[in-house]
């Protein structure tokens, strides 16, 4: 009952913040797609590409609205700074995946509504075993902003370049649990090695990392820093 009041609590206030940030110009959702926003795939030919939001496979289980197709979106000088992340790993016989970067306001309002329904845990067994759904929002996990939706954030992993398969992180995408912390000391020495790999190469050209989420990186000096838009993804 606690948890579940806190959640509430948690709710309302980020419902309350995002109405009031609704009436400033500078934090207002852009409905139309800028010139500045380019498809990651005609930047990075070679790039691969499992947009879980376009599928099922995600921690909701469904589709998410905004995604309308397999493709993602970055600001051109993001997408420019992870072609350098690609340029650099192949010498070492790697590539990037990339699991989400561009993210509608719609699928993070996808997103809220989904965490206040308590009796829709039908990816709790393989996204957040460890948490009751109750504890994702005041936990974190999920927020009524993101920034993904500025363009200029991605989440991606590491490939064999020879045949795509993803080097093993210690755990998957998405997985919402301390193990998927970067500074996690759980895993074995190889997961974490392949972790900085992917760190290293990431905050060498331009980008920073998130202390949650392995997989999360956001370009320093990122162009939109209070807009967040929601063009879908098409």
């Keep these: 009952m606690k948890k579940l009041l806190v959640f509430v609590l948690g709710l309302a206030l980020n419902c309350a913040a995002w109405a009031q940030g609704s009436e400033n110009p500078g934090a207002m959702d852009a409905q139309t797609r800028p010139d500045t926003f380019v498809s990651l795939q005609s ?3 070679k790039l691969v590409l499992e947009l879980r939001y376009f599928s099922h496979n995600n921690f909701i289980g469904r589709p998410i609205d905004g995604y309308r ?3 993602v979106y970055m600001t051109r000088p993001a997408a420019l700074a992870l072609k350098a992340v690609q340029d650099e790993l192949a010498s070492q ?6 699991f989400d970067a561009y993210r509608p306001q719609t699928a993070v309002n ?7 329904d308590s009796s829709d845990t039908l990816m709790k067994q393989q996204y957040y ?3 009751n759904k109750d504890e994702l929002f005041p936990g974190g996990y999920i927020a009524e902003r993101s920034g993904h939706s500025r363009g200029s954030t991605v ?3 590491l490939v064999r370049l020879a045949d795509s398969q993803e080097l093993d992180m210690g755990s998957p995408y998405d997985f919402f649990d301390e193990v998927s912390w970067p500074s996690d000391t759980s895993i074995t020495e190889q997961q974490r090695s392949n972790r ?3 760190r290293e190469a990431m905050l060498k050209h331009g980008f920073r990392p998130l202390d949650t989420e392995w997989w999360h990186f956001t370009l320093e000096g990122e162009p939109y820093t209070d807009v967040y838009f ?4 098409e």
Excluded: C, E, Q, Y
């Design 43 to 45: 930047v990075i030919p």
């Design 69 to 71: 197709a397999n493709i």
């Design 93 to 98: 016989g790697l590539g990037l995946k990339v």
């Design 110 to 116: 996808h997103f809220m509504r989904w965490a206040a």
């Design 129 to 131: 075993p460890s948490l």
């Design 155 to 157: 989440d991606l992993t």
């Design 196 to 198: 900085m790999t992917l």
């Design 230 to 233: 929601d063009f879908p993804v």
